[in-house]
């Protein structure tokens, strides 16, 4: 449980609860001085042949220090050897091996591919003669340079493919089809391996500061992601440093850190985090109480405070559709103002760090404070016009908010999260429906559903997508599976808390209070089915809100690479779409939140043909996943293509100017 920010930060003049507070003495002698509290025997206890408080300060002149100071951390040495080895941490992490300046561990045994990770380090890479002098040979198609230093579209192309692995793994599991051909389990652990055997990571190269191609703000759902791009080295160590050599000494920096938000680190102040050292404060064999030591990382971010070194901070955050798992955000560049040590809960001293972040960077963890009070109603949305747009549609209420300017809303539709006057067709199945008992299993052959998904479930477990397909085959109201199925993933209306608000120059927008994993569903595009014709008249398009499946959309893999799985005879299909008739739909009139997504040409929405039967007939839907992991207030934005039939119905004056601001802008769409 977190405590309010004033409970640890460092005392100001007046009243002190000393019983927090370790009793303090001068550190002004190379002689180590300890509190009362902490003063204990160092005969045959501690392998270093110091306490775990080891002090050591320059001057020698010892002089009062006043009594409401916290001690400060000042220790100029490294632990000597043998020093005791630091169990799993307050934050939940356990301690890695000392790394030299590249990374690298000093105990380097080697690792098998196949074998879950404990951290993710880099280590150094053979290289021919022709890579080295400077080819750019690909790997995965990311070239040497790009694995040492990325940019933002090779960050993205690491944390796709990562994610796309995971969840054709995660499909193989659930399938049964995973410990047969793998023998392991944690689709995760594996598809990091892969990965790591490929060399398909990027920002190897381990530094201080800000990293190629993350920004502040970006979300991770699992620290291997944050390893794989090089934001944070360490798998499950709440503190990754390296060495790093002066013309006097070698000593360890910090990094990064994740903070757990479930210990004792304060997350009130938006700019400060006072962070807790790691290493537990109870001896598991005699179980006594001890204190805390000053190696490895904590001596690294001990060496940090004393040379101001930007450090990374990465908060986690508890993950609003999954309250056993956190969502981790990189919220900027950071320095240590202040350490000191305090007592623990359990009794022994902590080490307390004083994170302070750097001007000048956007607050991402100020969006998600200010999130939570708006979902919990304890504080005021800024501009909020309408607290339900869909009027009760939704079972998850959408705000309408202005904030830009003094219009009042868009203009007058009903909301309807449905398709009208869809036109059926037929396929050539010979059954509508799937005769499975209650829900449909992966791995069920027997499923008609599943054996028109190509004999693989589309969605895993929590809902998300596996793969883009020609069209995804869902279980419908003819099926005799429970309606809540997991194959009707589309039918069951917004999983998120929706926004739509007032852009600057680009109208309405839409985005959610949530975070989104890739390969979630956002929402169905819902309206009118229209005649096509009617839609595109001479002069141009009359209808700002069509969806129109015959225009041409840009290429794009989302899928995993099968090459990746050497292990795996797959039979992944394509990811170009096989509508089985175009289909046109306006939302107008009618429609839902869809009508408000923008269009970009660097999206993170996409769309899927989606089918199911009803009335023993089979319509065809148009359905929207996140492309990446979106953060929350992002706005949502797909790509809507462009005309280019030639047929007369696609005049160029429907051609409109693009406004998205990607770097990677065609300058028009439509």
């Given at each position: 449980?977190?405590?309010?920010?004033?409970?640890?930060?460092?005392?100001?003049?007046?009243?002190?609860?000393?019983?927090?507070?370790?009793?303090?003495?001068?550190?002004?002698?190379?002689?180590?001085?300890?509190?009362?509290?902490?003063?204990?025997?160092?005969?045959?206890?501690?392998?270093?042949?110091?306490?775990?408080?080891?002090?050591?300060?320059?001057?020698?002149?010892?002089?009062?220090s006043?009594?409401?100071?916290?001690?400060?951390?000042?220790?100029?040495?490294?632990?000597?050897?043998?020093?005791?080895?630091?169990?799993?941490?307050?934050?939940?992490?356990?301690?890695?091996?000392?790394?030299?300046?590249?990374?690298?561990?000093?105990?380097?045994?080697?690792?098998?591919?196949?074998?879950?990770?404990?951290?993710?380090?880099s280590?150094?890479?053979?290289?021919?003669?022709?890579?080295?002098?400077?080819?750019?040979?690909?790997?995965?198609?990311?070239?040497?340079?790009?694995?040492?230093?990325?940019?933002?579209?090779?960050?993205?192309?690491?944390?796709?493919?990562?994610?796309?692995?995971?969840?054709?793994?995660?499909?193989?599991?659930?399938?049964?089809?995973l410990?047969?051909?793998?023998?392991?389990?944690?689709?995760?652990?594996?598809?990091?391996?892969?990965?790591?055997?490929?060399?398909?990571?990027?920002?190897?190269?381990?530094?201080?500061?800000?990293?190629?191609?993350?920004?502040?703000?970006?979300?991770?759902?699992?620290?291997?992601?944050?390893?794989?791009?090089?934001?944070?080295?360490?798998?499950?160590?709440g503190?990754?440093?390296?060495?790093?050599?002066?013309?006097?000494?070698?000593?360890?920096?910090?990094?990064?850190?994740?903070s757990?938000?479930?210990?004792?680190?304060?997350?009130?102040?938006?700019?400060?985090?006072?962070?807790?050292?790691?290493?537990?404060?109870?001896?598991?064999?005699?179980k006594?109480?001890?204190?805390?030591?000053?190696?490895?990382?904590?001596?690294?971010?001990?060496?940090?405070?004393?040379?101001?070194?930007?450090?990374?901070?990465?908060?986690?955050?508890?993950?609003?559709?999954?309250?056993?798992?956190?969502?981790?955000?990189?919220?900027?560049?950071?320095k240590?103002?202040?350490?000191?040590?305090?007592?623990?809960?359990?009794?022994?001293?902590?080490?307390?760090?004083?994170?302070?972040?750097?001007?000048?960077?956007?607050?991402?963890f100020?969006?998600?404070?200010?999130?939570?009070?708006?979902?919990?109603?304890?504080?005021?949305?800024?501009?909020?016009?309408?607290?339900?747009?869909s009027?009760?549609?939704?079972?998850?209420?959408?705000?309408?908010?202005?904030?830009?300017?003094?219009?009042?809303?868009?203009?007058?539709?009903?909301?309807?999260?449905?398709?009208?006057?869809?036109?059926?067709?037929?396929?050539?199945?010979?059954?509508?429906?799937?005769?499975?008992?209650?829900?449909?299993?992966?791995?069920?052959?027997?499923?008609?559903?599943?054996q028109?998904?190509?004999?693989?479930?589309?969605?895993?477990?929590?809902?998300?997508?596996?793969?883009r397909?020609?069209?995804?085959?869902?279980?419908?109201?003819?099926?005799?599976?429970?309606?809540?199925?997991?194959?009707?993933?589309?039918?069951a209306?917004?999983?998120?808390?929706?926004?739509?608000?007032?852009?600057?120059?680009?109208?309405?927008?839409?985005?959610?209070?949530?975070?989104?994993?890739?390969?979630?569903?956002?929402?169905?595009?819902?309206?009118?089915?229209?005649?096509?014709?009617?839609?595109?008249?001479?002069?141009?398009?009359?209808?700002?809100?069509?969806?129109?499946?015959?225009?041409?959309?840009?290429?794009?893999?989302?899928?995993?690479?099968?090459?990746?799985?050497?292990?795996?005879?797959?039979?992944?299909?394509?990811?170009?779409?096989?509508?089985?008739?175009?289909?046109?739909?306006?939302?107008?009139?009618?429609?839902?939140?869809?009508?408000?997504?923008?269009?970009?040409?660097?999206?993170?929405?996409?769309?899927?043909?989606?089918?199911?039967?009803?009335?023993?007939?089979?319509?065809?839907?148009?359905?929207?996943?996140?492309?990446?992991?979106?953060?929350?207030?992002?706005?949502l934005?797909y790509?809507?293509g462009?005309?280019?039939?030639?047929?007369?119905?696609?005049?160029?004056?429907?051609?409109?100017?693009?406004?998205?601001?990607?770097?990677?802008?065609?300058?028009s769409?439509?």
């Amino acid at each position: 449980m977190e405590e309010g920010l004033g409970q640890n930060s460092v005392p100001g003049s007046g009243l002190v609860d000393r019983t927090r507070i370790v009793e303090v003495k001068p550190l002004r002698s190379l002689a180590p001085v300890l509190p009362k509290s902490l003063q204990l025997s160092t005969s045959g206890r501690y392998p270093s042949g110091f306490p775990p408080f080891v002090l050591f300060e320059g001057p020698q002149e010892s002089q009062p220090s006043p009594t409401h100071m916290p001690t400060p951390i000042r220790s100029y040495r490294k632990p000597q050897d043998g020093a005791e080895e630091t169990p799993a941490g307050v934050n939940g992490d356990t301690s890695s091996p000392m790394e030299d300046v590249n990374g690298k561990s000093v105990d380097d045994s080697p690792k098998r591919p196949l074998q879950p990770m404990k951290n993710c380090k880099s280590s150094q890479k053979r290289r021919t003669k022709t890579q080295d002098s400077g080819s750019s040979s690909l790997v995965g198609g990311i070239s040497i340079a790009q694995r040492d230093d990325g940019d933002r579209e090779v960050v993205n192309l690491v944390l796709m493919t990562f994610d796309s692995l995971r969840r054709r793994l995660c499909q193989l599991e659930e399938s049964k089809e995973l410990n047969t051909i793998l023998g392991a389990k944690r689709p995760d652990l594996r598809a990091s391996n892969v990965m790591t055997s490929k060399a398909f990571r990027t920002n190897m190269r381990r530094r201080v500061g800000a990293v190629p191609g993350v920004e502040t703000g970006d979300i991770f759902f699992l620290r291997m992601e944050m390893c794989h791009v090089g934001l944070h080295g360490q798998s499950m160590s709440g503190i990754d440093y390296m060495n790093v050599k002066d013309e006097l000494q070698e000593e360890p920096v910090a990094l990064s850190i994740v903070s757990s938000g479930v210990y004792d680190n304060d997350a009130e102040d938006e700019d400060v985090l006072i962070y807790t050292g790691q290493g537990e404060n109870f001896n598991k064999k005699d179980k006594h109480v001890v204190d805390q030591k000053l190696h490895r990382g904590n001596l690294a971010l001990d060496r940090s405070s004393y040379r101001k070194n930007e450090v990374r901070v990465i908060r986690g955050l508890r993950d609003a559709g999954n309250k056993n798992a956190k969502v981790y955000v990189y919220d900027g560049l950071y320095k240590i103002q202040d350490s000191w040590i305090e007592k623990g809960k359990s009794g022994g001293g902590v080490f307390k760090y004083k994170f302070v972040r750097l001007p000048g960077q956007s607050s991402a963890f100020a969006i998600w404070k200010s999130v939570q009070k708006w979902k919990t109603g304890s504080s005021s949305r800024t501009g909020l016009i309408l607290a339900d747009l869909s009027t009760g549609v939704e079972s998850i209420p959408v705000s309408l908010v202005n904030d830009v300017d003094n219009e009042k809303g868009p203009s007058f539709f009903t909301y309807s999260n449905s398709l009208r006057d869809s036109k059926p067709f037929s396929l050539v199945q010979s059954s509508y429906g799937c005769n499975c008992n209650k829900t449909c299993v992966p791995g069920d052959l027997s499923c008609s559903c599943i054996q028109r998904n190509e004999g693989d479930f589309p969605y895993i477990a929590n809902g998300v997508l596996v793969s883009r397909k020609p069209l995804v085959h869902e279980c419908g109201p003819m099926c005799k599976c429970f309606p809540n199925c997991k194959n009707r993933v589309s039918q069951a209306g917004l999983k998120h808390q929706m926004e739509v608000f007032k852009t600057e120059n680009r109208g309405w927008g839409l985005r959610s209070f949530d975070p989104i994993r890739a390969g979630t569903f956002i929402c169905e595009y819902a309206g009118e089915v229209i005649d096509r014709a009617k839609v595109y008249k001479k002069g141009g398009i009359n209808d700002d809100y069509v969806f129109d499946t015959s225009r041409i959309y840009n290429p794009f893999k989302w899928n995993y690479e099968p090459s990746l799985l050497e292990e795996i005879s797959s039979n992944v299909s394509t990811e170009d779409y096989t509508i089985p008739s175009p289909l046109t739909i306006s939302s107008k009139n009618f429609g839902n939140v869809a009508r408000y997504m923008n269009h970009s040409c660097s999206p993170n929405v996409f769309w899927q043909p989606v089918l199911y039967a009803e009335n023993n007939q089979y319509f065809l839907h148009i359905v929207f996943f996140a492309l990446g992991h979106i953060p929350p207030m992002t706005e949502l934005t797909y790509d809507y293509g462009c005309s280019g039939h030639g047929d007369g119905s696609s005049a160029p004056q429907g051609i409109k100017k693009c406004l998205c601001g990607s770097s990677k802008c065609r300058g028009s769409f439509g």
